[in-house]
């Protein structure tokens, strides 16, 4: 049995390899006509709320991402299992170009000084005296996080809103 390697789409013919396969960017051919689903997602993107777009494997999932959404105007996460929260926030945190301290150190010093004078009279004439004294204090610490920082997920928010970007995962 002979499989043709070309498939008809419409009134054309075109090669399998620019139908069905991995590629780069978004095909000039696909399977499914789904102007309609493109036209409710273009839709949605002019509202402010989350959209969320799942399926199997190979569901060209990404192909609408790349077709619909500016990768100028956007950051995408691939989110797989292995991944937890911290790693998607370093992930985000990357993309942004935002960089943290991997430990942060407080030093200082304080310096306490007074003086106290004081006056006695006694039988034939009086006492006086003066005292002075100091104290200095030193302290320093260093705070380590064992991910290189603490998470500020308001920080990540207020960077993609100034940049006008979305987040994808």
Request: aromatic share 8%.
């Amino acid at each position: 049995m002979n499989i043709s390697k070309r498939i008809k789409l419409c009134s054309k013919t075109v090669p399998l390899g620019k139908v069905f396969g991995i590629q780069g960017g978004v095909p000039s051919y696909t399977p499914v006509n789904r102007s309609r689903f493109d036209e409710r997602i273009k839709y949605l993107l002019t509202m402010d709320r989350h959209i969320v777009v799942h399926g199997a494997s190979k569901q060209r999932k990404s192909v609408l991402r790349k077709k619909n959404i500016d990768s100028k105007e956007s950051i995408a996460v691939q989110c797989v299992l292995e991944k937890n929260t911290d790693q998607l926030f370093n992930d985000i945190a990357r993309e942004l170009g935002i960089t943290f301290p991997r430990s942060i150190k407080t030093t200082g010093e304080v310096y306490v000084e007074g003086e106290k004078g004081t006056e006695a009279g006694v039988e034939g004439g009086k006492i006086s005296g003066r005292t002075k004294a100091g104290a200095r204090y030193s302290f320093g610490k260093e705070y380590n996080s064992p991910s290189g920082y603490e998470k500020d997920y308001n920080l990540l928010a207020q960077k993609l809103r100034d940049e006008n970007k979305r987040l994808i995962f």
